[in-house]
């Protein structure tokens, strides 16, 4: 096997590392139930959230709309006063709670009626992640680490689709954070994963 050249160290620069690390701490730790909780949430804080837009809350409510269609799934967008946001996943699909008022990352303030892209499409990869998984474990997202490899392949991909993630791979690598395989979602068939 050859070796392995670490993708970050031509990425990111002294700073961006400097972040990721000190900052580390400040971020909540959910123990082994959850044993990449901190470092995603790190790399989404000091890193993920600079790159973003912020859009207005029609924008997102349009989005998750289309996204749920995309996808096959029932989504359903709530919109409670909560700090950051929450993912509730079900049998085709599942809920996600956001503030209506603003949604920021936890370094970057975006003005009333801002949502920071990255918090919206975080709780989106938690519903999609157990449908990009083998047919038999697709349904039981309990047996999953919520910040899981399946998860963070997820939240990649969906990223990708509105921003250059290079960074954000690197961020995530420097980190040792496990990112899952590609794996194709099919809706209603069976997801090719690589
Ligand atoms: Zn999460």
């Known amino acids: 096997m050859s070796q392995r050249v670490?993708?970050?160290?031509s990425v990111l620069t002294e700073d961006d590392m400097y972040y990721l690390r000190e900052n580390l701490e400040v971020e909540y730790d959910l123990g082994p139930a959850d044993p990449q909780g901190q470092r995603v949430y790190a790399a989404q804080s000091n890193m993920i959230d600079c790159l973003v837009p912020a859009w207005k809350t029609d924008e997102v409510e349009s989005y998750v709309q289309s996204f749920a269609e995309r996808h096959g799934l029932k989504i359903k967008l709530r919109w409670r006063k909560l700090e950051g946001g929450v993912a509730y996943v079900g049998r085709g699909g599942g809920t996600i709670v956001l503030?209506?008022?603003?949604?920021?990352?936890?370094?970057?303030?975006?003005?009333?009626?801002?949502?920071?892209?990255?918090?919206?499409?975080?709780?989106?990869?938690?519903?999609?992640?157990?449908?990009?998984?083998?047919?038999?474990?697709?349904?039981?997202?309990?047996?999953?680490?919520?910040?899981?490899?399946?998860?963070?392949r997820c939240y990649i991909d969906l990223l990708a689709e509105h921003i250059d993630t290079s960074k954000v791979v690197a961020a995530f690598e420097y980190l040792g954070v496990e990112i899952g395989p590609e794996c194709e979602y099919l809706p209603g068939g069976r997801p090719r994963c690589s």
Not at 125 to 147: F, G, N
């Open 99 to 152: 503030n209506r008022g603003c949604n920021s990352g936890q370094w970057i303030p975006v003005v009333e009626g801002e949502h920071i892209l990255s918090l919206v499409l975080h709780e989106l990869a938690h519903v999609l992640t157990p449908y990009r998984l083998r047919k038999s474990e697709r349904y039981d997202p309990r047996e999953l680490q919520p910040h899981g490899p399946e998860f963070v």
């Open 6 to 9: 670490d993708s970050w160290s």
